[in-house]
């Protein structure tokens, strides 16, 4: 008889805090609970909730943000956040979860039940994956946990818990009161309305993989640039690397994949940490240049260029180039960039001197690469 009172007092509570049944329950005006700080990081996923009237807090004026929610409590918050027009409140039995249950089981989504968990009769528990896969259903989706967790990381839905990849996203870790609303609140961001899912399972594409296509360009990064596990910024940073000309393999709008030191990564390329090295044409015939180099006995090096200007009038720094180093199986090893000639003489040319103190590898091999040029009009 005392285990049955204490399922009775537990399931009163439960409902009380997610319905506010008991009129001394924290209403959305007063919404400083005395176990939430504001400086808990979640304290405006919980006044979101309250003010939407999502979730409530206890009666005894705590909102227990780090206690576990069950899979009817999730639920219903995900019903109540959306208020579906076609969601019938009554229940037959008088029990809190029956219409909520009802509506999700409508709507076809995963729902476990006690005969799926082996017969279990006590509360079912939510884990972080039977998350994911609810809230893929309230997409129109029905995937597996996996596929559900990366649909969820690609939608920005979640950052994982350790880290944002499949096995960061913690599949198996219970669900806390404010967990569950922040996972909501995301949903609602980017959702107007809950969705039926389908019947049958499906299989998850990302964008990117349906779209990728095979490319052998070569990339020639100018800043430190970082590595991803897929193509998004969302993704599991893998590592960084610095200016340096590489080939990839797939591409995906700006995002290029390689093989990198530490395997395979995407890279987003832009105009920002990338160069084209032929804006200008080489034959262009309004400029050439000659490279020599002296090499020291520490094998640094300075580099004198020799620019030949032709058939066109300039001022200075109307030229900008910079002066990269090879390595002897091309890639780029390093360089100076956005050198400019200080003291242009028109028509004629010009010797300009820069010491490069860089460690320069054997049969390495030095370019001066002119990356603009800007004509100067004809005086009057």
């Known amino acids: 008889m005392k285990n049955t009172w204490s399922k009775i007092i537990t399931t009163v509570m439960l409902s009380a805090a ?7 329950t924290m209403q959305a005006s007063a919404i400083a609970f005395k176990d939430v700080s ?11 909730a309250i003010e939407n009237k999502v979730v409530d807090g206890y009666p005894d004026g705590s909102f227990k943000p780090n206690q576990n929610v069950e899979q009817a409590e999730f639920i219903a918050m995900l019903i109540r956040a959306f208020q ?20 999700a089981n409508k709507m076809g989504w995963s729902l476990r039940t006690p005969s799926s968990l082996g017969g279990h009769t006590s509360s ?27 649909y969820l990381l690609d939608l920005g839905l979640s950052d994982g ?25 995301r949903l609602k961001k980017q959702l107007n309305t809950l969705q039926a899912s389908p019947s049958t399972e499906e ?22 640039t970082s590595m991803y596990q897929a193509p998004s910024d969302k993704t599991k940073k893998l590592g960084e690397l610095s200016p340096q000309s590489l080939k990839a393999f797939e591409k995906w709008n700006n995002w290029y994949h390689i093989n990198a030191w530490m395997g395979d990564a995407w890279v987003y390329v832009t105009p920002e940490n990338s160069a084209d090295f032929n804006v200008i044409d080489p ?25 030949l200007l032709k058939e066109a009038p300039f001022k200075k720094n109307d030229i900008k180039f910079d002066i990269l180093i090879y ?31 860089g460690y320069i590898p054997n049969n390495a091999k030095i370019v001066l690469q002119i990356t603009s040029i800007t004509e100067a009009k004809a005086q009057p």
């Open 327 to 357: 390595n002897e199986d091309g890639t780029l090893n390093t360089g100076v960039r956005n050198c400019v000639l200080e003291n242009m003489s028109v028509g004629g040319i010009q010797s300009f001197y820069r010491q490069y103190s």
């Open 18 to 24: 997610l319905f506010g049944a008991n009129s001394n």
């Open 161 to 185: 818990k350790t880290d944002n990849s499949l096995s960061g996203f913690q599949k198996g870790d219970q669900v806390t009161r404010t967990e569950a609303i922040t996972f909501i609140q």
């Open 283 to 307: 034959n262009d015939k309004r400029a050439a240049a000659n490279v020599k180099t002296t090499w020291d006995g520490i094998r640094n090096s300075g580099v004198n260029v020799d620019v």
């Open 124 to 150: 079912i528990y939510l884990n972080r994956g039977m998350v994911a896969e609810y809230l893929a259903n309230a997409t129109g989706k029905k995937y597996s946990m996996d596929d559900s967790i990366q």
């Open 38 to 48: 504001s400086s808990f990081w979640g304290y405006s996923n919980i006044q979101w």
């Open 84 to 103: 579906p027009s076609d969601f019938d409140p009554t229940s037959e039995t008088g029990e809190w979860s029956v219409p909520y249950t009802r509506y």
């Open 203 to 224: 299989k998850y594409v990302p964008q990117w993989k349906a779209e990728a296509v095979q490319t052998d360009a070569t990339i020639n990064l100018t800043a430190n």
